[in-house]
């Protein structure tokens, strides 16, 4: 785990990205705000469609290097200035109505259409609201529940990764402000963490309940994950171990993801210079 390993992927040069509405690309204004003042796009039809681009193929379409186009088949067209075309997959939100229904049902329809792996590939392409309100279905539920506040975590870490470590705070700001609960950014980061420990295992339902949410958020926290998450499993049910003397052994015998990050840079805040909209972009120094 660490602070580059999710990310959203650039629709036309598949660098880094961060969401922003159809056709613009990187969303500039902090979590919970409209994404309308991030470009925008007079097109009332593709408005609410956020599509991922990196900062410099967002700058690009501002001085139109290339358009966006949507066709069929869940796909958009991108055409550059010389006439050369290419064709990407249009990012696949689930809809406020399938994450309702999807977390009214679990656990018990993971052998259905939707799976714990499905919901991972499609929600973070949802509205902050949508990803707050999944976390609260999972606050209110038992040891199985964090599954889903991990599936809300995971989802706005891939949605703002551009804002670095900042991001866990920014999430728990917006998910207590939108549920009324209260969440730290260590909860966030605890669950991200779970995230990354469920998706080595295949979102394994059955890990989660045999070997316990905090001992697996523990592996989800070490470099190598997949190792990690065998060995805890080998502790909790071949060795009987408890919860925390597994969490005890994964920091004695796997170095954690904090020892080896390298530092965040300096950063500055400064508006942005392709569209001079008051959203602010970060920039390292």
């Not at 015998?253 to 001079?276: I, K, N």
Request: hydrophobic residues 35%.
């Amino acid at each position: 785990m660490s602070d580059s390993d999710l990310h959203l992927t650039c629709l036309r040069c598949g660098a880094p990205a961060a969401l922003g509405p159809y056709g613009e690309g990187e969303h500039h204004e902090p979590i919970g705000r409209s994404s309308k003042g991030a470009g925008g796009t007079s097109d009332a039809v593709t408005e609410h469609l956020m599509l991922p681009f990196c900062r410099k193929c967002h700058r690009d379409r501002h001085l139109k290097e290339f358009t966006v186009e949507r066709i069929g088949d869940g796909k958009v067209k991108i055409t550059e200035r010389n006439g050369k075309v290419s064709i990407a997959a249009r990012p696949d939100p689930m809809t406020e109505t399938e994450v309702g229904e999807f977390a009214l049902a679990y656990p018990y329809n993971q052998g259905g259409a939707m799976t714990l792996r499905d919901a991972a590939q499609r929600l973070p392409y949802c509205e902050d609201r949508v990803l707050a309100d999944l976390w609260h279905c999972g606050s209110i539920r038992q040891d199985e529940g964090k599954a889903l506040e991990a599936l809300a975590a995971r989802a706005f870490r891939m949605r703002y990764a551009q804002y670095g470590q900042d991001w866990y705070g920014k999430a728990a700001r917006y998910i207590g402000d939108e549920t009324g609960a209260q969440v730290s950014a260590a909860t966030v980061y605890d669950r991200y963490a779970l995230a990354i420990a469920l998706d080595a295992c295949e979102w394994d339902l059955n890990m989660l309940r045999h070997v316990g949410p905090a001992a697996l958020s523990a592996a989800g926290k070490v470099c190598n994950v997949p190792a990690a998450v065998e060995k805890v499993r080998e502790w909790r049910e071949d060795e009987h171990l408890c919860s925390r003397e597994a969490i005890h052994l994964v920091r004695k015998h796997f170095q954690t993801d904090e020892d080896s990050r390298e530092p965040l840079p300096a950063e500055q805040w400064d508006p942005c210079a392709a569209c001079g909209g008051t959203g602010r972009i970060r920039r390292a120094t």
